[in-house]
């Protein structure tokens, strides 16, 4: 992959903290992990070879500098390669994903055939730049034929009919089959990108209907985010590749949880239900991928220049937000996304008339928990781009009031 020039200097830092984002930037950093994952494959595959993993590390070099990144940086492959890294093999519904990835990058897809063993669910499973929805539906032994024009995902024990694809995304319709997004694609049913944190929340497989409704009120969050926000949008493709649907257990709340994780960039975890069973509005969906995308994008310029300095008794601050006490890197995390999340809503509501009374009281109560939070922090504790961040965010905050 080309070199990739860091944002170190003064100009591109400062665009990055900026509120209205700076695509460029997050590209840079994004492309700089790719790199690393690249580099860590080449080492795998000469310390622990595998026939996957040679055709995998074959087809990258088959591929243009674009494709290769948008294999490298999608979130399947972080798993994968934590999975070879641990000595483990990956399993099926993360390995097929990688490999058709990788096929449908290459410029010249060989014939090759794998085999798992185990039951592979095909609730949500990527096949290359499609992917297969056949809710309830398992697959024995799964068998996978890689060819210069198709994908064949079967299993040698007979029962359901063989799935095949083009390699390339074709307009031929086809049963159970969606054409994958850039950003937001919601992957509700795929195991490996489920809520398994033992969170108080569970993850949500959205029935036909369901599904139907979400789509819709996701695609006015997109027109929203295009129109207040348009940068983060184009961003998104590097830090919110995949929205994975949840709610809480919790049965009496009206809360809408939302999170991500460093342990698996580019998926963001999205309450999209309500205690009664209603779905999330525009506005709300909007404020969850906005706050989630922030957070990722924070993620990646910690992996390129570290924020906080590690200390073996880190002090604890008061988290207005939580209503609990937090590290320095909560915080941080905290007043940087809240600032920009305060900034996206006053622009909403001076773009927007019917958002203008919901943003004005959004910013009034980020406002004072913003005061609150900035005043205490130690910057000790940071580092020269962790003060620089927090610089950033108080001078949104002093534009702001």
Known sequence: MPAVKPIHDDAHFV???????????IRRLAWRRSTLRLQILLRLGQERSSEELLYIIDHLGHATDSARHRVLASPEMALYISARLNESIPDADIAIPVLTRVAAASSAPEYKRFSWTGMLPLD???LGERAIRASGVMLSDPELVLANDRIRLSSPNGGRAAIEVPIKTSKRPLEN???RADRLEPVDG???????FND????VNLDQSLRGEFLTVLAETVELIKLVMPAALEEMAETAQYLSPIRSKDTETDALPSFSSPTVPGVIFVGIERSDGSLIDVR????SCVHEHLHNRLYLLDEALPLTVKTANPRLYFSPWKQTTRTIEGMLHAVYVFSHLAWFWRNAGEKIDYLTQFAADNVAEQVEHLKTATAEIDTDELTPAGCRVLSASTEILASLT
């Open 15 to 25: 665009r990055f903290c900026a509120p209205q984002g700076y695509p460029d930037a």
């Open 190 to 196: 795929w195991r490996p990108f489920s809520d398994l």
């Open 124 to 126: 949500y499973l990527p």
């Open 177 to 179: 089959c969606v054409v």
């Open 200 to 203: 108080g929340n569970v993850s």
């Open 284 to 287: 709300h969906l909007a404020e």
